[in-house]
């Protein structure tokens, strides 16, 4: 089994697995064969498969192809028509399902699609492409209980919004219609008005939505009577991922349901809007385009009949596409889109870890008769059985007027050559290669140039190489800029689907996946707000690089450059709301029921990513509506940007990462701004005083009018949510007097001080960033509790080790860590030769009473490198691996090297300052062991390590805590 996995918050964004095809042989095609001419522009690959009918058999399941060896292939489309889209079915064999305008969704045999083309009726077509899934704290980040609250807003007319008389479409997983969260605790009804399920085949009475003739629908009227054992036939519909029904649950869930009522109360996960109505398609497990916008429609077309305002959220997407609002899909998204009529979509989570950087997003330009080498890696793999199963397709986009060549060259040196306006295949042992280059001509709408590169295995025996490849483009024409875009779309290696990506050319940028560029979707980020969460073990687990208050480091970004001018009005993503470790609904048949995902209440389950972030805007959209159901996207968007917060972590707004910056809902339906954030907060006096700076008017001019500052403290730092934390005084003047901070009583763990500025209704500011000097106080631990130590760690007046020792009579020693001799250095109070001189940057541990440790530390440096010993620390029940063992190259190959009792493995990341760690049992958490990282070991209990830069050096655990 490939050690390549995804790592623990990517488990609940794993994409359905590929349904196997029907697969014959398919004979060589030569290179540059030539196209058949028609009246509609035909997208790669259908002019290969017009030319050989065998082709799409064996074609790997990246388009919607309905084939067995009993029926016609079926090929699903997207066109764009040159009439109006039903009367296509009174003239051509064609069958077609939901319209947007111009654009329609299609089904036809693939023996009559040249009468298709042929006909002049239509002007392009596209076979239907594949989507991905992209996978409380959030209801407190966007002011959501202030809304429903509604309490000492200006206007005082404000009503407290839940989102009545709306309707939330959820294309999604599907839903668990039995989980509490989604039944009106008044009537005992189902609020789910429609479940269309687009996977299952009608039986017995059951019945397929018209005019699409596929999948079941289910009523409010049969969820009802299903939820209280009653009614026939039953309802089959079930929510196996688990990813749909978190989704719902963010947007719509009331949180009722709970196991531990006494602990974690009715409410306690309730979504943004508890009362709206849902509307909800589930779509098979291989998710194309045709199902995505047959889903929007039938959601507008039920909203319609019901006279009711809908926003539908989309937590999918793929890089099948410009990235520039020009795909099909996206043009008749904005068509459906108008009053009352929404669209919210994921941004993606394809932006690159600062400290594994896997792009899927690669770039250039070339001269005339230059050559440009992108490179990308196919990790080791084990091959599935069968045909077409294992695939990469990459797609190319350059300027229209602009020709270039492609070749795509396998690790063993051969490959395939395409001209421009040129289609290659060549077979060989490392993968069947296949370029498709502009074989088209220039896209219609945007006007550029697409090429598609298909690699897979036409043959068992010859699946995608394993090692390095290159793509070489060179330019024969440049008539624009030469410039050309790369992406992963699809990359489904092994049973496990592990992904190629980019190693020479590549770019964290332009990675908002599609549909998300279209010009009236609200497209939404993700940004943390927690850091850690109970789960149902008893533990209460850190989240590794989830910092409250910053982007998601996965949170994608980013549009096209060079898209045409028009077609894009604005950067993507629009606005970022909470998805770094969100809390919702849990639907009883996934497998998050046995994970230490599901939480304590033992309903609900943490998930992680921006599939988490739009459901939280969908909501807001709701409470909305629920304001004017006659809101246009356009409105509704510029409400949300004026209203979005900018802060520390957001810098100036708007901008490409952030959008307009942090959803404020609260803001949006008319309330008031919270007061900006304090400045400048400072340790003075030698570490006596609290100081800060605050502004005195908005960005509007007016005065910020404010009634007091409250002083928090809490044990993370960087904490920009002052949730959670605890309120240890107030004052009504920028100065806080810190000589009685004992009244923080005993702590296991540095303190870190910021100041919320609150204003006379009662708003409160965003935390103040943390204190960057003097942050925390020194602290011993004994056996009896924690004793804090009278003295900051950059206090002035102590320069040296033997100061420190003479000021403080409780020390018995200090030590500091030498980087080079890659040792602790440690002065005893009998022995003043030892001493040295205290310097910020560097780790510093102190002894008190003989029994207790006590660790200082400043920013650890990047570079910092040391051997683990091994042994086993009893207190903590440690054992220290050298990092370096030559034949552990994997956390699993660790964790099966020392034993059956390992519970945690974990290595350090000093570029950002967390812990990333592997869990045996959960396999998608493996990583592998880097050269100067420390690594380090937990046994016999579960213990999660916590992101702060001294405790690489001196480890101190945080057991699991009860709630």
Request: one cysteine or more.
């Amino acid at each position: 089994m490939s050690r390549l996995k995804a790592t623990l918050w990517e488990w609940s964004m794993i994409v359905c697995s590929v349904a196997h095809l029907v697969l014959l042989r398919i004979p060589s095609i030569h290179a540059q064969a030539s196209l058949p001419k028609t009246g509609a522009i035909i997208v790669s690959p259908l002019a290969l498969f017009l030319q050989d009918s065998t082709a799409i058999r064996s074609y790997p399941n990246l388009i919607h192809l309905e084939s067995s060896a009993q029926t016609p292939p079926v090929l699903h489309l997207l066109l764009k028509s040159r009439i109006p889209p039903q009367r296509l079915e009174h003239e051509l064999p064609v069958s077609i399902r939901a319209t947007a305008g111009e654009i329609a969704t299609a089904a036809i045999r693939l023996a009559d699609l040249p009468d298709l083309l042929r006909s002049g009726y239509v002007e392009m077509v596209m076979p239907a492409q594949r989507l991905f899934l992209e996978n409380d704290s959030a209801r407190h980040a966007a002011r959501i209980d202030r809304i429903w609250q509604a309490q000492k807003s200006r206007p005082p007319g404000l009503v407290p919004y839940r989102g009545r008389g709306v309707i939330i479409g959820i294309v999604d997983t599907g839903i668990d219609w039995r989980h509490g969260d989604f039944i009106d605790d008044r009537t005992g009804e189902s609020r789910i008005l429609y479940l269309w399920d687009q996977s299952l085949q009608p039986t017995n009475a059951e019945k397929s939505p018209q005019p699409y003739n596929y999948g079941v629908e289910y009523t409010r009227d049969m969820l009802t009577q299903q939820i209280h054992g009653r009614g026939s036939p039953p309802v089959r519909s079930r929510d196996i991922h688990g990813h749909g029904t978190h989704v719902a649950g963010i947007a719509a869930g009331d949180g009722s349901q709970t196991a531990e009522p006494e602990r974690f109360p009715p409410g306690t996960y309730a979504g943004v809007a508890p009362e709206a109505s849902l509307v909800v398609v589930k779509v098979p497990e291989a998710i194309y385009e045709d199902h995505i916008l047959d889903a929007i429609h039938y959601i507008f077309d039920r909203a319609d009949r019901l006279n009711m305002p809908a926003v539908i959220n989309l937590s999918l997407g793929s890089h099948f596409g410009a990235h520039d609002g020009s795909a099909l899909l996206e043009r008749a998204i904005d068509a459906l889109s108008g009053p009352g009529r929404i669209v919210v979509k994921s941004a993606g989570n394809d932006a690159a870890h600062p400290a594994w950087p896997q792009f899927v997003h690669a770039e250039g330009t070339v001269a005339v008769g230059d050559t440009a080498i992108i490179e990308f890696d196919v990790p080791e793999y084990q091959p599935q059985p069968g045909r077409s199963n294992d695939v990469l397709r990459i797609e190319m986009w350059y300027q229209g007027r602009d020709r270039l060549e492609v070749a795509v060259v396998r690790p063993d040196g051969s490959g395939a050559h395409a001209r421009y306006r040129g289609v290659a295949t060549q077979s060989g042992s490392g993968g069947f290669v296949a370029i498709f280059n502009a074989d088209a001509g220039p896209n219609p709408i945007n006007g550029d140039n697409r090429c598609s590169i298909d690699v897979y295995d036409i043959l068992p025996d010859t699946p995608p190489a394993s090692g390095p490849w290159q793509i070489r483009i060179t330019a024969s024409e440049v008539n624009e800029s030469g410039h050309f875009d790369l992406w992963m779309a699809a990359s489904q290696l092994g049973a496990a689907g592990q992904k190629a990506y980019f190693t020479r050319g590549g770019e964290n940028d332009e990675l908002v996946t599609l549909p998300g560029t279209a010009k009236r979707i609200i497209t939404v980020g993700a940004f943390s707000t927690r850091s850690g969460f109970p789960s149902t073990d008893g533990n209460t687990y850190v989240l590794p690089d989830a910092r409250p208050g910053e982007l998601a480091y996965y949170s994608a970004f980013g549009t096209r450059e060079d898209a045409a001018a028009g077609l894009l009005s604005r950067q993507k993503p629009d606005i970022c709301a909470a998805g770094f470790g969100v809390i919702s609904a849990l639907s009883q048949d996934s497998g998050l029921r046995k994970s230490l995902w599901m939480a304590a209440d033992r309903a609900h389950a943490l998930m992680v990513g921006t599939s988490m972030s739009a459901p939280q805007v969908a909501g807001i959209v709701a409470l909305l509506f629920q304001q004017n159901p006659a809101y246009t996207p356009e409105e509704i968007m510029t409400l949300l940007a004026a209203a979005a917060l900018a802060d520390p972590a957001t810098g100036p707004t708007p901008n490409p990462r952030w959008g307009y910056g942090k959803v404020d809902a609260f803001a949006a339906l008319g309330g008031t701004r919270p007061p900006a954030a304090v400045t400048d907060i400072q340790i003075t006096g030698q570490g006596r005083q609290l100081t800060w700076r605050f502004r005195e008017r908005d960005e509007q001019g007016f005065p910020e009018k404010y009634s007091h500052f409250e002083i928090y403290a809490a044990e993370e730092p960087y904490l920009v949510s002052y949730q959670g934390a605890k309120r240890i005084a107030e004052s009504r003047w920028p100065i806080f007097q810190l000589d009685n901070l004992r009244q923080l009583g005993p702590f296991s763990s540095p303190q870190f001080l910021w100041v919320v500025a609150v204003d006379e209704f009662g708003n409160r500011s965003r935390g103040s960033p943390a204190v960057a000097r003097a942050a925390f106080r020194t602290k011993a631990r004994a056996s009896g509790g924690s004793q804090l130590l009278p003295w900051w760690f950059e206090h002035s007046e102590i320069r040296t080790a033997a100061q420190w020792l003479a000021a403080v009579p409780a020390i018995d020693a200090i030590a500091r860590w030498e980087v080079a001799g890659q040792r602790w250095q440690v002065l005893a109070r009998d022995d003043s030769t030892g001493d040295f001189e205290l310097q910020a940057g560097q780790v510093y541990r102190l002894q008190a009473w003989r029994d207790t440790t006590v660790v200082l530390y400043g920013r650890v440096p990047e570079h910092l490198q040391f051997r683990l010993q091994t042994g086993e620390n009893k207190n903590n029940n440690l054992i220290w691996i050298p990092f370096d063992k030559s034949e552990l190259q994997w956390a699993s190959d660790l964790a099966r090297d020392i034993g059956s009792e390992v519970e945690l493995v974990s290595i350090w990341n000093a570029r950002s300052q967390s812990w990333r760690s592997y869990l045996p049992g959960l396999p998608f958490t493996d990583f592998r062991i880097r050269p100067g990282w420390p690594v380090m070991v937990s046994v016999k209990a579960p213990v999660v390590w916590p992101w702060r830069p001294a405790e690489m050096l001196q480890p101190q655990p945080i057991h699991g805590q009860k709630p």
